[in-house]
Nanobody, 122 residues
Framework: QVQLVESGGGLVQPGGSLRLSCAAS????????MGWYRQGPGKQRELVAS???????NYADSVKGRFTISRDNAKNTVYLQMNSLKFEDTAVYYC????????????????WGQGTQVTVSS
């Protein structure tokens, strides 16, 4: 079994910055992609950014130029640097690991973290 633990959320003023971290633990052999999703009040969950084990990144249009995703493969940890935060960035941010190879299992599975709250408010 794999567990993802997010950290770094909190309250920040518009224009401010936060850095989210997500560490995956368990008997992990490999993780193809790690990413961040968010769900704001009354909204559907959406992809914010993702990164593959090879470093390929993808961003939602709404965060391009403001957010940067990075990854430490050795630590099975993904980060999201969030700059120039806006009110509309307020959401619960969830970490996801895609196509995780776990020792002892033949199939690849996806795993989600519990979420961390990011609130942008003046």
């Amino acid at each position: 079994q794999v567990q993802l633990v997010e950290s770094g959320g909190g309250l920040v003023q518009p224009g401010g910055s936060l850095r989210l971290s997500c560490a995956a633990s368990g008997s992990i052999f490999s993780i193809y992609a790690m990413g961040w999703y968010r769900q704001g009040p009354g909204k559907q969950r959406e992809l914010v950014a993702s990164i593959t084990s090879g470093g390929y990144t993808n961003y939602a249009d709404s965060v391009k130029g403001r957010f940067t995703i990075s990854r430490d493969n050795a630590k099975n940890t993904v980060y999201l640097q969030m700059n120039s935060l806006k009110f509309e960035d307020t959401a619960v941010y969830y970490c996801k690991s895609d196509r995780v190879r776990v020792a002892g299992l033949r199939e690849l599975y996806d795993y989600w973290g519990q979420g961390t709250q990011v609130t942008v408010s003046s």
